[in-house]
């Protein structure tokens, strides 16, 4: 049905210049625009736009292994303007998983045995507490590796294997929890805690316990403590979406993605992109960070592009495919929509996330709102988004060819078992900001290319508040939490480019991704095409 709804009443056209190493940046805030039906109207348009863009400066060998066979790879230290410390980009090519993994653990260890010490003592810096939400994610894992495919767990064992030959065997015990920390679902997660202090405990578990009972925490006090703890909380906010069609330059599709979360943790002191080329699959890049040997998000070089932004439902489970490789799983098996929903049919959930899947060879985009055991599949301008509303207020204004989340969800099935009927502020207003870029470049006939898609993906990078001023400006932004903003130009015929942000900086120099430089990656050499 027809509906209309006024987001502005006048036009607010924001030029924010940054200077950050003599580049400048202009954030763009568009347009008042009325919605009615599927037409996009207005009196505005959008303001010019030059993100932060930059080269890669070099590219050096840090570290190689080889073993027989067709198994080899090369850590690179990736240098660009704009960072501390390089980008680490693991280039792997391999027979299989188990090799695959074997060359992380031998070539990153000391990169996984930093991140993840750096990741507890910055957000759960008792380390008693460490010791019991060590014991938890250790049971969640076993939980969660029984239902990996057989592959990936070869993988997490050739994780072993290589670190082991590095006499860092801890290295595999640190990716299995980074892997169940990114896993853990909201659930009960404090019942559960208390479950396992109330049971049988090893005798390092027990000794933390009791020595935090002796500094006054109650059993219940430890568990609220480590479920309320950021740690448990990977990737519950992010932004992703996908644009292709008469919007685009010669119709192809661009996607962004967003990780808002733990800013200034260290983990991105050791940023890194692993590009698979397993024997038998499709090569593609995974971006993210050491000890976590998932998909944040990434591109294939079939023009698969993979995305995530939390959705937390009451229906959540450990007992399926971890969503960080079951996005690897994706992009190393499939070409077309057809085939990515087919895939994702054949697998399981976990926890509530919205995923999004772009595919470059039939251009468009997919938003799948899931939990444990639903999924909700979303193509553009989908009824259900368009009529949602809440007390009488519309909630949802979908567009032909553009199609984007953030953090709440549409379908009425998967709203029935979320915490809550309606979106939040800080959620919607990075929705309703992506909504009008859209509908800004499309009122001023801008086509959306490489420029306007790193624009979209940074407009909504959180950079320190919740107001839909605040996503317009990096001036007050040291306290944002993107800590990886990602846009991408998938391509299959070799002309791929991944534009890659991640924070850098401490305290008062801290700048979010989404203020940073986007690092461009060309993908053809990296893919071998």
């Given at each position: 049905s027809s509906f209309s709804f006024l987001l502005f009443v006048h036009l607010v056209l924001l030029c924010l210049m940054m200077m950050f190493g003599g580049v400048v940046i202009l954030f763009v805030a568009t347009i008042a625009v009325s919605v009615f039906g599927q037409n996009e109207v207005g009196d505005g348009v959008s303001t010019p736009f030059a993100p932060k863009i930059t080269s890669i400066r070099s590219t050096s060998v840090m570290r190689t292994w080889k073993s027989s066979g067709a198994n080899f790879a090369t850590l690179y230290a990736v240098a660009a303007d704009g960072y501390d410390d390089p980008i680490l980009t693991l280039n792997i090519t391999t027979e299989d998983h188990y090799n695959a993994g074997f060359?992380?653990?031998?070539?990153?260890?000391?990169?996984?045995?930093?991140?993840?010490?750096?990741?507890?003592?910055?957000?759960?810096?008792?380390?008693?507490?460490?010791?019991?939400?060590?014991?938890?994610?250790?049971?969640?894992?076993?939980?969660?590796?029984?239902?990996?495919?057989?592959?990936?767990?070869?993988?997490?064992?050739?994780?072993?294997?290589?670190?082991?030959?590095?006499?860092?065997?801890?290295?595999?015990?640190?990716?299995?929890?980074?892997?169940?920390i990114a896993s853990i679902a909201v659930g009960d997660v404090e019942k559960d805690i208390l479950y396992l202090l109330k049971n049988e405990l090893d005798p390092l578990v027990a000794s933390a316990v009791s020595s935090l009972l002796k500094k006054g925490f109650s059993e219940e006090d430890i568990a609220k403590t480590i479920a309320s703890s950021r740690l448990l909380d990977f990737g519950r906010t992010c932004s992703m979406f996908g644009v292709w069609g008469s919007r685009t330059e010669n119709g192809r599709l661009f996607s962004g993605r967003n990780l808002d979360w733990a800013a200034q943790t260290g983990v991105t002191k050791n940023k890194l992109i692993m590009i698979f080329h397993i024997s038998g699959t499709i090569p593609y890049a995974s971006i993210g960070f050491a000890a976590i040997n998932g998909a944040i998000t990434g591109m294939s070089a079939a023009g698969v592009t993979v995305h995530e932004a939390g959705d937390d439902s009451k229906n959540v489970t450990m007992r399926g495919f971890a969503w960080l490789l079951r996005l690897r799983a994706l992009m190393e098996n499939v070409r077309t929509q057809k085939e990515a929903r087919s895939f994702w049919e054949m697998t399981n959930n976990t926890m509530g996330i919205n995923h999004g899947i772009g595919t470059a060879q039939d251009p468009s985009f997919l938003a799948l709102e899931t939990n444990g055991i639903y999924t909700a599949y979303f193509n553009d301008n989908d009824p259900r988004e368009r009529d949602y509303e809440v007390d009488g207020v519309h909630y949802g204004f979908p567009l032909k060819e553009a199609l984007w989340r953030t953090n709440h969800a549409y379908d009425p099935t998967f709203i029935s078992e979320s915490f809550q009927t309606k979106p939040g502020t800080d959620t919607f207003n990075r929705y309703l900001l992506l909504h009008d870029a859209f509908v800004g470049y499309n009122m001023s006939n801008t086509v959306i290319s490489d420029l306007q898609a790193v624009n979209l993906t940074a407009i909504v990078g959180d950079k320190g508040g919740s107001s839909r001023e605040s996503f317009l400006s990096c001036a007050n932004a040291t306290g944002g939490e993107n800590i990886i903003s990602a846009a991408f130009r998938p391509d299959v015929n070799g002309n791929a480019v991944m534009y890659v942000a991640y924070e850098n900086g401490k305290n008062a120099t801290h700048i979010p991704a989404c203020c940073n430089n986007y690092v461009k990656f060309p993908m053809a050499s990296w893919f071998g095409l």
């Open positions: 060359a992380q653990g031998y070539l990153l260890a000391n990169e996984i045995i930093e991140n993840y010490d750096a990741l507890m003592n910055f957000l759960l810096p008792e380390k008693d507490l460490q010791v019991v939400l060590s014991a938890f994610l250790d049971s969640q894992y076993v939980i969660l590796s029984a239902h990996l495919p057989e592959e990936f767990q070869n993988e997490m064992q050739g994780i072993l294997a290589g670190a082991t030959a590095q006499n860092l065997s801890i290295v595999s015990v640190y990716s299995q929890r980074g892997l169940a």
